[in-house]
């Protein structure tokens, strides 16, 4: 599932000042699903660009689950021509395995965001709840719910790992001099009080 408003724009970037008019591509890494998110904050609100996900269970490969992720990531990076990439860093549980399997996809769309020159902001989970709600405990749901009140999204958030996405790249706009208009709620409960339409 993929939204978009076919606005297409690239941007000069210079690497020793980072400007508030740019576009920003987020990415939630996984290897069974890589959510992608882009955001264009040239004016005072962020506006998404596209947003969806990369679908891996069919791929028996590893290797080849790796590969499309790089393939992906260089594909949107070649249509929307965005200026920086923000990621979420792994989560670290108790599943070994799982967690070498994450920090190599992770690792392929950042190297694919390097060979396009992009530079490459990691955040942690906690971060970027904490950006988008308030709470940084908050679950995903949560998070994408939050994410409608602040950037126009008409249809439902069909795969959560695009809102998670869509999360990371908004995180990052805010830690780097962007400017956000919304409240700080103390919780979810605070949030649902103002928007009890959220909560359902």
Aim: proline share 4%.
């Amino acid at each position: 599932m993929c939204w978009t408003n076919n606005k297409n724009k690239s941007y000069f970037y210079s690497a020793s000042l980072i400007v508030k008019d740019r576009i920003i591509l987020g990415i939630d890494p996984g290897t069974v699903v890589m959510g992608y998110g882009v955001i264009d904050v040239t004016s005072s609100k962020p506006e998404l660009l596209v947003s969806g996900v990369l679908k891996l269970e069919k791929l028996d490969s590893h290797a080849l689950r790796l590969k499309k992720i790089f393939e992906r990531t260089l594909s949107i990076i070649d249509e929307f021509h965005p200026d920086e990439l923000a990621i979420e860093a792994p989560f670290f549980g108790k599943n070994v395995q799982s967690m070498l399997k994450l920090g190599r996809a992770q690792g392929v769309a950042i190297a694919a965001a390097l060979s396009r020159e992009l530079p490459v902001f990691e955040y942690s989970p906690r971060k970027i709840k904490q950006s988008i709600t308030g709470n940084g405990n908050a679950s995903k749901e949560q998070v994408a719910a939050m994410l409608k009140s602040l950037i126009h999204v008409e249809s439902k958030f069909e795969f959560l790992d695009a809102s998670d996405a869509l999360g990371v790249a908004l995180c990052h706009y805010y830690q780097k001099g962007g400017k956000s208009d919304k409240k700080n709620y103390s919780g979810w409960a605070a949030f649902l009080k103002d928007n009890p339409q959220r909560g359902s």
